[in-house]
């Protein structure tokens, strides 16, 4: 286990960091001798204009995405907790989306998508609703990925969810059911309270995974048009590897700033859950 996490975890994350701390070109990356340039990478990423939108984008991409696959996927949790006849068959094709290989759902999204010939502008037409430039417009770019996003990460937070609701005694709902309670009541005062322990975690997990999407921004859009969906995940692939002239040190440094937020955010959350276990 040691040697494992040493193999894929220490050693990567300390040639980024390394990488990050050096004025890399394609000849010194393969043959050494790269000069040591301290932060002046960080500084260039801090300075370039693309830094601010980069930050931005990830927040509203990671902030949406987590909204509402969160909120769908409680929706559906509670929703297949009432049983019914076919309610395990359906649960199970919400996986079809988690299930699929990231580039087939980012790819069948660019087509549904697509401003000529995707459903989604048919779907608009029927009903009288003008066409929508949703990959290659600025304004709707960023709102293109994040439906993609949502749409694979809702059956994470449903199978995660489902499987907490079932760890609630059903007394609990009786009970409140003979004291009159509504079931609106009974989602607030037993069943949310009770699935906060599940929520956190699913939460941390889905804010780590969302910070770091990069296949599916880059299959639809490649963070275009003019950087309208630019992440950090994109821009950093674009510095190191996207350039005819790649940038390895700004490109490390930004992946590191990536490791640094999802680092914050779980230092975060184990923070309240001690103060919750206290």
Same mark, same amino acid.
């Given at each position: 286990?040691?040697?494992?996490?040493? &193999?894929?975890?220490?050693?990567? !994350?300390?040639?980024?960091?390394?990488?990050?701390?050096?004025?890399?070109?394609?000849?010194?990356?393969?043959?050494?001798?790269?000069?040591? &340039?301290?932060?002046?990478?960080?500084?260039? %990423?801090?300075?370039?204009?693309?830094?601010?939108?980069?930050?931005?984008?990830?927040? $509203?991409?990671? @902030?949406?995405?987590?909204?509402?696959?969160?909120?769908?996927? =409680?929706?559906?949790? $509670?929703?297949?907790?009432?049983?019914?006849?076919?309610?395990?068959?359906?649960?199970?094709?919400?996986?079809?989306?988690?299930?699929?290989?990231?580039?087939?759902?980012?790819?069948?999204?660019?087509? =549904?998508?697509?401003?000529?010939?995707?459903?989604?502008? &048919?779907?608009?037409?029927?009903?009288?609703?003008?066409?929508?430039?949703?990959?290659?417009?600025? #304004?709707?770019?960023?709102?293109?990925? %994040?439906? &993609?996003?949502?749409?694979?990460? *809702?059956?994470?937070?449903?199978?995660?969810?489902?499987?907490?609701?079932?760890?609630?005694?059903?007394?609990?709902?009786?009970?409140?059911?003979?004291? @009159?309670?509504? +079931?609106?009541?009974?989602?607030?005062?037993?069943?949310?309270? =009770?699935?906060?322990?599940?929520?956190?975690?699913?939460?941390?997990?889905?804010?780590?995974?969302?910070?770091?999407?990069?296949?599916? *921004?880059?299959?639809?859009?490649?963070? +275009?048009?003019?950087?309208?969906?630019?992440?950090?995940?994109?821009?950093?692939?674009? !510095? +190191?590897? +996207?350039?005819?002239?790649?940038?390895?040190?700004?490109?490390?440094?930004?992946?590191?700033?990536?490791?640094? =937020?999802?680092?914050?955010?779980?230092? *975060?959350?184990?923070?309240? #859950?001690?103060? #919750?276990?206290?």
């Amino acid at each position: 286990m040691t040697l494992y996490l040493l &193999a894929f975890y220490a050693y990567p !994350l300390y040639r980024n960091i390394e990488l990050s701390l050096r004025t890399y070109t394609v000849r010194s990356f393969v043959q050494g001798g790269a000069p040591f &340039a301290g932060l002046d990478n960080y500084g260039k %990423i801090l300075s370039d204009p693309t830094f601010g939108p980069a930050l931005l984008h990830t927040v $509203v991409f990671t @902030g949406a995405s987590l909204a509402f696959q969160f909120t769908i996927g =409680m929706a559906l949790a $509670v929703f297949f907790h009432q049983h019914f006849p076919l309610s395990g068959t359906l649960r199970a094709l919400f996986l079809v989306p988690w299930l699929l290989p990231l580039i087939v759902s980012a790819s069948t999204w660019s087509w =549904m998508l697509n401003s000529e010939a995707g459903v989604v502008n &048919a779907a608009l037409g029927v009903v009288g609703v003008e066409p929508v430039n949703w990959l290659t417009s600025p #304004q709707w770019s960023l709102v293109s990925v %994040i439906i &993609a996003n949502v749409w694979i990460g *809702i059956p994470f937070n449903l199978v995660v969810l489902y499987s907490g609701l079932q760890g609630i005694p059903g007394t609990l709902y009786e009970a409140a059911s003979l004291d @009159g309670a509504t +079931g609106w009541q009974r989602f607030w005062r037993i069943t949310f309270p =009770m699935l906060r322990p599940v929520s956190a975690i699913t939460l941390l997990l889905g804010l780590i995974y969302t910070l770091k999407v990069f296949d599916i *921004i880059w299959i639809m859009t490649r963070g +275009g048009p003019t950087d309208s969906s630019t992440t950090f995940a994109t821009w950093s692939y674009r !510095l +190191g590897f +996207g350039n005819l002239l790649p940038a390895f040190g700004p490109g490390a440094a930004v992946g590191n700033l990536l490791i640094v =937020m999802a680092l914050i955010f779980g230092l *975060i959350y184990i923070r309240i #859950q001690r103060r #919750q276990q206290a």
